[in-house]
C-alpha cells in the first residue's frame, strides 16, 4: 500500500524560530559560529542538517544559500545562482544515488506565504525513507507554452497547473545546460517578486528527477484557493498569451 500522508512532529514544529515575518526573532542562519552538523561548505553557502527535523521518518537537511540575511535569487549575481543551482543539484543527487531513500525532495520557500518559517534564504533536500513523490506526479504537470528555449533547456508557463493558476517549468533534458538553469531560476523570481507577486512577496521553487529530465517547477504563492483546499480542483488563467508576451518583452 502506497504511503500517501506524512507525519508532521508538532512538538518539534512548535521550537521552530519564526523570522520570514518577525524582524525581533534572531536569524539562526545569521550566527554562523553556533551552526551545528556541517555537511559541507563552499564560500558563502553551507549544506548542513536541520536543527528542527519536523517530518517523521525522513533525512532533512538544510542549504544556506549566502551570508546575506535579505538576499534572494532574484538579486544574486549570476555566478552566485550558478554555483548555488550546481552545489544544490549535486548534494540532491547525491542523496538519490545513495540508494538510501524511497525518495529525496529538493525544494526552496521563499516568502510568508511560501510554507517557510526562516528569512535568511536557504532551500532544502529532504530524503523520504517511505514515500515516492513521484507517485504524485504526472507527465501533465510540465506541459506548457513555451517562453523561451534553448538546446536542452525549456523555460514554459503550465498549461495544466498542479495547483492552480501560473506555474512556470523549466525542464533540463541537458545536463550541461544546468547553468541556464539557474538563469531562467533567477528571471523567474524577478518576475514574480516584481511584476507578479509584489504584495505577497513569496514564490516555491520545486524541483523533480522525471525520468531522464531535471524540472523546475516555480510557483508565485498566494493564500490556496478553496477549490483547490477542498476539492483539490486546480484553475488555470485565462490570460496566459498576454503573460508570456510580457515576459518576454522584460527579459528576452
Known amino acids: 500500500?502506497?504511503?500517501?500522508?506524512?507525519?508532521?512532529?508538532?512538538?518539534?514544529?512548535?521550537?521552530?524560530?519564526?523570522?520570514?515575518?518577525?524582524?525581533?526573532?534572531?536569524?539562526?542562519?545569521c550566527d554562523r559560529n553556533s551552526l551545528t552538523d556541517v555537511l559541507e561548505q563552499r564560500g558563502s553557502m553551507i549544506w548542513l542538517m536541520n536543527k528542527f527535523p519536523v517530518l517523521e521518518e525522513t533525512h532533512q537537511t538544510v542549504l544556506i544559500e549566502t551570508d546575506d540575511c535579505q538576499g534572494?535569487?532574484?538579486?544574486?549575481?549570476?555566478?552566485?545562482?550558478?554555483?548555488?543551482?550546481?552545489?544544490?543539484?549535486?548534494?540532491?543527487?547525491?542523496?538519490?544515488?545513495?540508494?538510501s531513500y524511497r525518495s529525496v525532495l529538493f525544494f526552496?520557500?521563499?516568502?510568508?506565504?511560501?510554507?517557510?518559517?526562516?528569512?535568511?534564504?536557504h532551500m532544502q533536500i529532504v530524503g523520504?525513507?517511505?514515500?515516492?513523490?513521484?507517485?504524485?506526479?504526472?507527465?501533465?504537470?510540465?506541459?506548457?507554452?513555451?517562453?523561451?528555449?534553448?538546446?536542452?533547456?525549456?523555460?514554459?508557463?503550465?498549461?495544466?497547473?498542479?495547483?492552480?493558476?501560473?506555474e512556470y517549468n523549466v525542464i533540463l533534458s541537458d545536463f550541461d545546460r544546468l547553468p541556464k538553469m539557474a538563469d531562467y531560476l533567477q528571471i523567474l523570481a524577478h518576475?514574480?517578486?516584481?511584476?507578479?507577486?509584489?504584495?505577497?512577496q513569496s514564490y516555491n521553487f520545486f524541483f523533480y528527477h522525471w525520468g531522464e529530465k531535471l524540472i523546475a517547477k516555480v510557483v508565485p504563492?498566494?493564500?490556496?484557493?478553496?477549490?483547490?483546499?477542498?476539492?483539490?480542483?486546480?484553475q488555470v488563467a485565462n490570460n496566459l498569451e498576454e503573460t508570456i508576451a510580457e515576459m518576454q518583452r522584460r527579459y528576452f
Open 191 to 200: 518576475w514574480i517578486l516584481t511584476h507578479v507577486n509584489p504584495r505577497n
Open 1 to 29: 500500500m502506497k504511503r500517501t500522508h506524512l507525519h508532521f512532529n508538532m512538538q518539534i514544529g512548535r521550537k521552530k524560530p519564526v523570522s520570514v515575518n518577525n524582524t525581533e526573532t534572531a536569524c539562526p542562519f
Open 72 to 99: 534572494d535569487w532574484s538579486v544574486y549575481s549570476i555566478e552566485h545562482v550558478r554555483a548555488l543551482l550546481a552545489f544544490g543539484v549535486e548534494k540532491w543527487l547525491e542523496m538519490e544515488q545513495s540508494k
Open 128 to 166: 523520504l525513507h517511505d514515500y515516492n513523490y513521484l507517485d504524485q506526479v504526472k507527465d501533465s504537470d510540465f506541459i506548457g507554452m513555451t517562453i523561451d528555449q534553448e538546446g536542452g533547456i525549456e523555460c514554459n508557463l503550465s498549461t495544466h497547473p498542479r495547483a492552480g493558476f501560473f
Open 221 to 234: 504563492r498566494f493564500v490556496t484557493s478553496p477549490l483547490y483546499v477542498g476539492y483539490s480542483i486546480p
Open 108 to 121: 526552496k520557500n521563499h516568502g510568508p506565504y511560501s510554507g517557510g518559517s526562516i528569512r535568511h534564504p
